[in-house]
T-cell receptor, first 114, second 113 residues
Framework: SQTIHQWPATLVQPVGSPLSLECTVE??????LYWYRQAAGRGLQLLFY??????ISSEVPQNLSASRPQDRQFILSSKKLLLSDSGFYLC?????????????FGAGSRLTVL | AQSVTQLGSHVSVSEGALVLLRCNYS??????LFWYVQYPNQGLQLLLK??????LVKGINGFEAEFKKSETSFHLTKPSAHMSDAAEYFC???????????FGTGTRLTVIP
């Protein structure tokens, strides 16, 4: 069976510090991978998605970047965090060419920027 | 382009009462529609999905949703609320073959004992 892991689960960082959130998927190959951010009262905002190694699509211009160095690894990064980067970050995957586009989510990473 | 609108950011029902969470969609192509549930500090879990088969879709935990093309709606219902249903619920839409899934802003369900 497939599993998705995110870490760290919680993170408190000062403004201006770097960020690295990691996500890995097990039990599948060539998944589509996604990063969403959930801010209070704003639902889920799609940040990045990737259909393959090194292929990143950005949905919203921002202070964050994403990378996919391996088939089942997706990393969310920032060089200098802003207060507005606080939120709950969710990684998700779906099968390649999945006709029904069902996303499976990780448990999330809560980031607080102080 | 696709989008969903969830009417009501907060809904409160009494235990045993009907649950109705509203979702209207907009899509330029035939859509896939989804409902997800999120418990506090957890990821999202799929409740049910519509993929153009039956318009009445049954999901987990006794929830169901009906696709109404004429009303561009996909409302989520459950005949009798349980305390364990208290959570946040998200409606989402995707175009067929699209890479992205677009979510509504969520509805927080409170169940009153």
């Amino acid at each position: 069976s497939q599993t998705i892991h995110q870490w760290p689960a919680t993170l408190v960082q000062p403004v201006g510090s770097p960020l690295s959130l990691e996500c890995t998927v097990e039990g599948t190959s060539n998944p589509n991978l996604y990063w969403y951010r959930q801010a209070a009262g704003r639902g889920l905002q799609l940040l990045f998605y990737s259909v393959g190694i090194g292929q990143i699509s950005s949905e919203v211009p921002q202070n964050l970047s994403a990378s996919r160095p391996q088939d089942r690894q997706f990393i969310l990064s920032s060089k200098k965090l802003l207060l507005s980067d606080s939120g709950f970050y969710l990684c998700a995957w779906r099968k390649e060419y999945s006709g029904a586009n069902v996303l499976t989510f990780g448990a999330g990473s809560r980031l607080t920027v102080l | 382009a696709q989008s969903v609108t969830q009417l009501g950011s907060h809904v409160s029902v009494s235990e045993g009462a009907l649950v109705l969470l509203r979702c209207n969609y907009s899509s330029s192509v035939p859509p896939y529609l989804f409902w997800y549930v999120q418990y506090p500090n957890q990821g999202l879990q799929l409740l049910l999905k519509y993929t153009s088969a039956a318009t009445l879709v049954k999901g987990i935990n006794g929830f169901e949703a009906e696709f109404k093309k004429s009303e561009t709606s996909f409302h989520l219902t459950k005949p009798s609320a349980h305390m364990s249903d208290a959570a946040e619920y998200f409606c989402a839409v995707s175009g067929r073959g699209a890479n992205n899934l677009f979510f509504g802003t969520g509805t927080r369900l409170t169940v009153i004992p």
